[in-house]
């Protein structure tokens, strides 16, 4: 990753790149959307809605190719940014990413949740730069919320100045 991409504003990044960072999901259910607690954040899992419509629904491997997963992924990841975005006075106050965790609806025989999740590291660190790599899990699961085939949960530090 190129160091000078490290000291590029998120904002500035996700213009460049041409992506709107979306409005927050609506919970579907009893939580928020991010919580902070000493100085990170934490978001709940994030399915890829679009606009409050799922994408998507289906196994991964089964109904659901691979290179799709991987971008449903990354639609999931632009709804956890901005959920921890929400909570830290804009994309700007997240100082690096930490933890990405993609779990991945899949067919019993699919064993590619990395390249899966892939969707949503590689995106982090397109936005991010240097800052946006991180500890990662990709877990295969046999079904997800609203049969979503990806639920992508994220960790950032705050700028201490966001909170």
């Known amino acids: 990753m190129n160091e000078e991409l490290a000291e590029v504003a998120a904002s500035a990044r996700l213009a460049e790149l041409g992506i709107t960072l979306p409005a927050v999901p609506a919970p579907v259910a009893a939580y928020l959307?991010?919580?902070v607690s000493a100085g990170q954040v934490f978001t709940a899992?994030?399915?890829p809605f679009v606009d409050g419509v799922l994408l998507e629904t289906g196994k991964v491997g089964a109904t659901v190719s691979p290179e799709r997963g991987a971008e449903l992924a990354r639609v999931a990841v632009l709804n956890?940014?901005?959920a921890a975005a929400s909570v830290v006075g804009g994309v700007d106050?997240?100082?690096r990413v930490v933890k990405l965790v993609v779990f991945v609806?899949?067919?019993p025989s699919?064993?590619?949740q990395p390249k899966v999740a892939n969707g949503a590291s590689e995106l982090l660190q397109q936005v991010f730069g240097t800052r946006g790599q991180h500890a990662r899990?990709?877990?295969g699961v046999a079904v997800l919320p609203l049969d979503s085939p990806v639920e992508v949960e994220l960790?950032?530090?705050a700028n201490a100045a966001s909170f």
């Open 137 to 139: 899990s990709a877990v």
């Open 33 to 35: 959307p991010a919580v």
């Open 105 to 107: 609806a899949s067919d």
């Open 80 to 82: 956890a940014v901005a």
């Open 45 to 47: 899992g994030q399915l």
């Open 93 to 95: 106050g997240i100082r």
């Open 110 to 112: 699919f064993t590619g």
């Open 155 to 157: 960790v950032v530090e």
